[in-house]
């Protein structure tokens, strides 16, 4: 099935293709169990149980989950109090405030503060918006702690080593040192170059991730990932690295532009997707409300988003398996970024373009029913974004790009694709070339 334009929506009656058992198998049979079966090197499989624990081969390992079970899932009260959801990485385990108005409770930042010097790394746009409230949190009854800044250009065309150089630059000059503690305030752009910077500076220097876009409040400013791009290929120079704390003050998002603001409902929608059908509906019934900025609704998609990316960083913090997951519709989607150029789409609209064509080659294998792909179609059309690639987009610019994506393993590229009913999905390299093409010449005109 092909959807050519964000305006329209056409059933093939194309064949569908088969393929053989994917070498890497996610199954969320429901929402408290979950699956993993690896390839004959790995362990035989995972099992995940909300409980508390999962068993690992032979071996069980007590871990706890701080994903919300279903029965209380739906609950979108709104509390003064921050929520507080951790990311379980035993001595690097940390929190995510979540919750209206934490920029003024500085108690919050400043017990993750480590030595007496801070570098903020900002950009031009959130700089005048939130910098002196962050500076005034960080030294408000705290006068031992002084404060720099380093303000950057702000899009993912600067997110490279030019931009990067000037966050070393002013570390240098200011003279920080391994106590040090530098802090993302900004969007998935300047928390990803600021996290490399902490890693990589002195060999490591602690850091915290304030972000303010909706894309970075529920993805990118959890677990780790930091880094810049190349010409030749999105994220591909970083380091997992993890954060002190992560703190979501939900007011950053009333200055947020619409289309921000629609990008990183992209990353809401994968959520539902991959592994929380239930939270998958309740998107659908409640789109309306996120795209009117409702703040009950908001809150609860940020935590349930929140929870559902520590759950998986918990278990998969540098992306052996179940952590690529989290990937859907991002190898078409960084394609798209990559060769329309950087900075011409958002993140988030590109990967909701790769959604829709991951969508459409799992519906190709014969993996998915049409009722998936209409949906996911139908909720993309909702927050407003697009359905498929920029025209200028080439079979063969898709498949050179993609063939340096970070999941391409001894050659081969395993991409995240939907099987099964909604919620489920696998991690594979074992799948039809052919339904790969077909995709590929559906929604490209060369």
């Not at 979108?76 to 385990?93: F, H, M, N, W, Y």
């Not at 503690?181 to 928390?191: H, Q, S």
Request: aromatic residues 8%; charged residues 20%; hydrophobic residues 40%.
């Amino acid at each position: 099935m092909a959807l050519s334009t964000a305006n329209s929506f056409s059933p093939s009656l194309s064949s569908k293709h088969t393929s053989k058992q994917p070498e890497l198998y996610t199954w969320f049979r429901s929402p408290n169990a979950i699956a993993l079966k690896s390839p004959p090197l790995a362990p035989a499989s995972i099992e995940l149980k909300r409980n508390g624990g999962f068993v690992l081969g032979e071996y069980k390992v007590n871990r706890r989950i701080y994903a919300s079970s279903a029965a209380p899932m739906m609950d979108q009260t709104v509390s003064k109090a921050p929520t507080i959801v951790e990311v379980d990485l035993g001595q690097r385990s940390y929190p995510i405030y979540i919750g209206s108005g934490l920029l003024d409770h500085p108690d919050l930042l400043q017990k993750h503060v480590q030595g007496k010097k801070v570098l903020v790394v900002t950009n031009n746009t959130v700089a005048p918006l939130y910098l002196d409230k962050v500076t005034d949190a960080l030294t408000r009854g705290n006068p031992n702690v002084s404060v720099e800044n380093v303000i950057l250009p702000d899009g993912e065309n600067y997110k490279n080593m030019d931009t990067l150089m000037k966050v070393f630059d002013k570390a240098i000059e200011s003279r920080l040192d391994r106590r040090c503690t530098f802090v993302a305030l900004g969007g998935g752009v300047i928390g990803d170059m600021c996290g490399y910077a902490a890693a990589s500076y002195l060999r490591g220097v602690n850091f915290i991730q304030i972000p303010t876009t909706v894309m970075a409040q529920v993805d990118s400013s959890v677990g780790g990932k930091t880094g810049i791009n190349h010409r030749l290929g999105k994220n591909l120079i970083g380091a997992f690295y993890q954060p002190q704390c992560v703190l979501v003050d939900t007011d950053t998002l009333n200055t947020l532009p619409d289309r921000e603001l629609a990008s990183g409902l992209a990353e809401v929608i994968k959520y539902g997707l991959i592994r929380d059908a239930e939270f998958f509906e309740w998107q659908e019934q409640n789109m309306h409300k996120l795209m009117a900025r409702d703040p009950s609704a908001f809150a609860y998609a940020i935590k349930r988003s929140c929870e559902n990316k520590a759950e998986v960083v918990s278990l998969d913090e540098k992306e052996s398996g179940l952590r690529a997951t989290l990937n859907l519709g991002h190898t078409f989607g960084h394609a798209i970024e990559t060769g329309f150029g950087y900075g011409q789409w958002l993140h988030g609209e590109a990967v909701a373009a790769g959604m829709v064509m991951a969508v459409d080659m799992s519906y190709w294998l014969g993996w998915i029913d049409d009722s998936i792909v209409k949906r996911v179609h139908n909720i993309l059309q909702q927050a407003k974004l697009p359905t498929a690639p920029p025209d200028t987009m080439t079979v063969e610019m898709f498949k050179s790009i993609m063939a340096v994506d970070k999941k391409v393993a001894d050659g081969l590229l395993r991409l995240i694709l939907l099987k099964g009913p909604l919620g489920n999905c696998v991690f594979t390299g074992n799948y039809d070339r052919k339904a790969l093409d077909d995709t590929l010449h559906a929604f490209c005109k060369s």
